[in-house]
């Protein structure tokens, strides 16, 4: 695909990606948002995104985005839906069903292609690498773009560890870097650095976290009234399941935290004896076979005995 086609003569675009918008969503939107701003100058491009998370203030123009989802556009000409299907666009959703043309990218195995033309590579690492893919006139790409993109496929690989990443992967990282950005930082600061309260919580996490499955699950799950007691919000539990999934012995992790009176969002980790995608979708979510993620009606005991009969059933088939 050469999203430059595809966007040729539409005078107004739309980017949107999904709700809860993690790195790869926000990296990817941001990073084709300032390249079509230069590729196609002639058109009006907006990005439609729930406000992203603070660590992600180094990437340029997130005071652009319409997070608020209003636009004086009646009907895109182009609507781009990055890193997930339609049904996940949030306030976005309805620009995209009104639009003349749309094009969904995305790398997530569950997503069958919600647009008039689909660019969905389930091997790749993310979105992000997905657009660097994308985007034929690579003279374009400056710096901010490439550090948007970086950011997006530094989030969704773990820092190039999860099995995602590919020799691909890494050839379009080195290319990324290459346009000068201090990459070490961004590591740094939008991956590994935590405030007070996201220590607080992760630490509150691991102590309360539960073993079972003769120790090859672990579950931990946060409700509202501690996320209260904390003042957190649903981004300072980012990486609390990734540090669950570091348990020695444990095959699968299940971090849970409560959104609503019986009702949970559900992240999957696996070190790959187990794929939590077909667990995900089981319950009507998705995701990668490593990491998945579902919301989910019920009790926390409800939901953990749901979730173990699926991923027991598969850990028989390894045995």
């Given at each position: 695909m050469n999203i430059c086609e595809e966007a040729k003569g539409a005078a107004a675009i739309g980017i949107g990606g999904h709700v809860r918008p993690d790195g790869d969503c926000v990296g990817s939107a941001m990073g084709l948002y300032l390249y079509l701003k230069k590729a196609c100058p002639e058109s009006r491009v907006q990005v439609f995104l729930e406000k992203p998370a603070e660590i992600f203030s180094c990437i340029a123009g997130l005071d652009e985005i319409h997070a608020d989802f209003a636009t004086d556009v009646e009907a895109f000409d182009l609507f781009i839906a990055?890193?997930?299907?339609?049904?996940?666009?949030?306030?976005?959703?309805?620009?995209?069903?009104?639009?003349?043309?749309?094009?969904?990218?995305?790398?997530?195995?569950?997503?069958?292609?919600?647009?008039?033309?689909?660019?969905?590579?389930?091997?790749?690492?993310?979105?992000?690498?997905?657009i660097y893919n994308v985007i034929e006139d690579k003279a374009l790409i400056d710096e901010e773009i490439a550090k948007a993109l970086y950011i997006g496929m530094m989030h969704d690989t773990g820092v190039f560890q999860y099995s995602n990443t590919s020799p691909d992967t890494l050839k379009t990282a080195a290319e990324l870097i290459s346009y000068g950005f201090d990459f070490s930082r961004l590591?740094?600061?939008?991956?590994?650095?935590k405030t007070y309260v996201q220590n607080q919580i992760l630490g509150r996490a691991l102590l309360e976290s539960l073993l079972f499955m003769d120790g090859r699950c672990v579950v931990s799950m946060v409700d509202k009234k501690t996320m209260d007691f904390y003042r957190a919000v649903p981004a300072d539990l980012d990486g609390i399941v990734n540090q669950l999934r570091n348990t020695r012995g444990v095959e699968c992790a299940i971090f849970m935290y409560?959104?609503?009176?019986?009702?949970?969002?559900?992240?999957?980790?696996?070190?790959?004896?187990?794929?939590?995608?077909?667990?995900?979708?089981?319950?009507?979510?998705?995701?990668?076979?490593?990491?998945?993620?579902?919301?989910?009606?019920?009790?926390?005991h409800d939901i953990?005995?749901?979730?173990s009969g699926r991923i027991a059933e598969q850990l028989r088939e390894k045995e």
């Open positions: 990055l890193d997930t299907s339609k049904e996940r666009l949030g306030g976005a959703e309805k620009y995209f069903d009104e639009a003349k043309k749309t094009v969904n990218i995305d790398h997530h195995i569950s997503n069958k292609g919600s647009g008039d033309v689909n660019y969905i590579m389930p091997k790749a690492s993310s979105t992000s690498e997905l590591i740094d600061e939008t991956f590994y650095e409560q959104t609503n009176v019986l009702e949970y969002k559900v992240s999957l980790r696996s070190n790959g004896k187990v794929d939590v995608a077909k667990v995900a979708e089981f319950f009507g979510g998705g995701g990668h076979m490593r990491a998945a993620g579902v919301t989910m009606p019920g009790t926390f953990v005995n749901n979730l």
